[in-house]
């Protein structure tokens, strides 16, 4: 069995399909019970069900205590608990106009609301749960959910931190973006040279309150993922580092990383990381396994023929949409982008830092832990201005009214800030957090 044959065809495949033009959009939001307790989880299966009954989803797959876990309406859209039941996720049906997918979110985010707010619970637009000190992990019994959860909790202390069950705590937007298979090596190498930008824009994840040392810390989601136990894999979390110039770097990128489970007869088995060449070239191992690879880098090449753009937090609700509408923007002004970019790297950086292979992890690492630039403060509010106008432009070129989506960012960019800085801020003046949780969820402005 040969490995680079079986990653090319599972993963550049579908990069090379023509007539592609999609954006696909999972947006996790904290589930929190206002009373400053644990989610009840009859509340959290309730609201399942309610949509079940009364909003035209059914239940595509179960947990294994019979429970309704993952649910799909006409539209394509799925509606899940992802890991814990402290993690709400809507997975938007891939589609042309990002305005239509956030139409359909909206619709469902009041409904979801409407049943949850008369319970005394709420989602709310936050990277890191605000509750995290006085919950429960309240893990969904789904097959993969546990092997994680077994494979994490070994690691306590020491090297790792102390929070195993951070999944529990975390809350995402993930972007997935079509690219052709041409342009998928400049893209991948582009968002994830961008890393440190979208840390400035999109940051939302301050620190659980009251722990030392992590003050001024905007996206602690970073810190849980890198320092956890799947530091122990090879390159599956993180930052994406190095210039990728063909699709053959892309499929040594990935042959580099870690198997660390598969299935047999049925079940998942944790086994010993190994390098995906590692196993592909082993006698006991099947195409099959390919399916069983996971991977939580920053910038994902999927299966799907996607660019996963997935180290953004978790948004205020009523902007939720800005960081995909910011990388469709991009995208589609991908060599405008990457002249922006390296003009800037290449005018303000040390030489090196400029050529460090380390480069993309100390730039995001600087902003996400002390708010660091890496310019003078000019010249970074000139880079995000021209990122967000950039952007703008593009999307008004595709004439689909997209470009309303990331309407804050023009402030954001401005004032150089994100949510968590503004949060944080607010807190230090006093503001009671159940009014930030409450506004964070509110849908419009």
Known sequence: MNAKTIVGREFLLPFAKPGRE???????????????????????????????QKHGFWAEEFDQEGNAAFLLNP??????FDNSYNNFEFSMEKGKDLNELARRFYALYEKVQTYLLPRRHTLCGMGTNPFQP???????????????????????????????EFPAYLSSVQTHLDVSEDLLPRALTLFAA?????????SNSPAFFGLSGFEETVCFRDYLWENSGFKRLANNVGKVEGTFREPEDVVQMILSRSMFYRQRAGQLQLIEPVSVQ??????????????????????????????????????????????????????????????????????????????????NRILRDEVIYHYRLPAPEEEIRRLLRSFVELANRSLTKRGKKEEKLIEPLFERAQRITCPAKERMELLEAGVP?????????????
């Not at 309240?138 to 202390?157: C, D, K, M, N």
Request: hydrophobic share 40%; aromatic share 10%.
């Open 278 to 359: 590692q196993y592909f070239d082993g006698e006991d191992s099947t195409e099959e396994d390919m399916k069983t690879y996971l991977s939580f880098q920053n910038v994902e090449v999927t299966r799907r023929g996607t660019l996963e753009v997935r180290s953004d937090c978790a948004q205020p609700v009523a902007d939720a949409f800005c960081p995909p509408a910011f990388h469709l923007g991009v995208l589609s002004a991908l060599e405008e982008a990457e002249e922006l970019l390296y003009g800037f790297l290449r005018r303000n950086l040390p030489e090196d830092l400029l050529c460090s292979p380390s480069r």
């Open 134 to 164: 006085i919950i429960r992990p309240a893990a969904v019994s789904f097959p993969v959910y546990q092997l994680i959860h077994t494979f994490l909790e070994p690691y306590r202390g020491g090297a790792y931190h102390n929070w195993p």
């Open 22 to 52: 999609n954006i696909g959009v999972e947006l996790e939001f904290p589930l929190v019970n206002m009373d400053r307790g644990p989610v009840d989880v009859a509340v959290a299966r309730g609201l399942l069900e309610e949509c079940m």
């Open 194 to 202: 961008m890393d440190f930008v979208r840390a400035l824009l999109f």
């Open 433 to 445: 957090l159940e009014k930030l949780i409450a506004e964070s969820a509110k849908a419009k402005k």
């Open 75 to 80: 539209d394509g859209d799925c509606l899940s």
